[in-house]
């Protein structure tokens, strides 16, 4: 088990570019989730992965931002033309098929919009 | 629309005593509670669960408390110790389509003084 990894773990661009985040879950976890954090918040949920296939998305999702786990492995997180409110930690997590398992978190991707 | 609070933004515990952190919560479809650590710079770690079917689950040093009936849920660190000085996450998830989803409050920072 050697946790969930995300890269890049800091990203610095400037308004309207587009931006991709990868996250590798924990092998054996069937489950994949996007949060969003900015300052002085808690996690938001974004979407929501089973396998391969995304089966929630939230409505702080706009269609700017698209998310994949092709062969439910990896799965990314891109914001096209980004924009200054864009600015905010995002944490991927995922966990086992087991009702009730918990997330387990990575160290998340730190975006500056500028 | 808020639906998991932790009204206390801060707390400060001197080491060796009981740190008490405190969740409220709107939603009567929660069925199950968190909480999870956050360190700076890594993602949130959960620490210790607790279903709505019961109203204590110890973990160590660790209690989780739930009164279903007030909506209200805490953590008692007993002795607290300088290391668990982070930011504490209250959590809860409901039964969503098939998965539990998630939602985070806005987190405690428990500052414990050596």
């Known amino acids: 088990d050697t946790g969930v990894s995300q890269n890049p773990r800091h990203k610095i661009t400037k308004r309207g570019q587009n931006v991709t985040f990868r996250c590798d879950p924990i092998?054996?976890?069937?489950?994949l989730y996007w949060y969003r954090q900015t300052l002085g918040q808690g996690p938001e949920f974004l979407t929501y992965f089973q396998n391969e296939a995304q089966l929630e998305k939230s409505r702080l999702l706009s269609d700017r931002f698209s998310a994949e786990r092709p062969k439910g492995s990896f799965s990314t997180l891109e914001i096209q033309r980004t924009e200054q409110g864009d600015s905010a930690m995002y944490l991927c997590a995922s966990s086992h098929r087991d009702f009730n398992s918990p997330l387990h978190f990575g160290n998340g991707t730190r975006l500056t919009v500028t | 629309d808020q639906q998991v609070k932790q009204n206390s933004p801060s707390l400060s515990v001197q080491e060796g005593r009981i740190s008490i952190l405190n969740c409220d919560y709107t939603?009567?479809?929660?069925?199950?509670f968190l909480w999870y650590k956050k360190y700076p710079a890594e993602g949130p770690t959960f620490l210790i669960s607790i279903s709505s079917i019961k109203d204590k689950n110890e973990d160590g040093r660790f209690t989780v408390f739930l009164n279903k009936s007030a909506k209200h849920l805490s953590l008692h660190i007993v002795p607290s110790q300088p290391g668990d000085s982070a930011v504490y996450f209250c959590a809860a998830s409901w039964n969503s389509g098939g998965y539990q989803k998630v939602t985070f409050g806005i987190g405690t920072k428990l500052q414990v003084i050596p």
């Open positions: 092998s054996e976890h069937n489950r």
């Open positions: 939603n009567s479809m929660f069925d199950y």
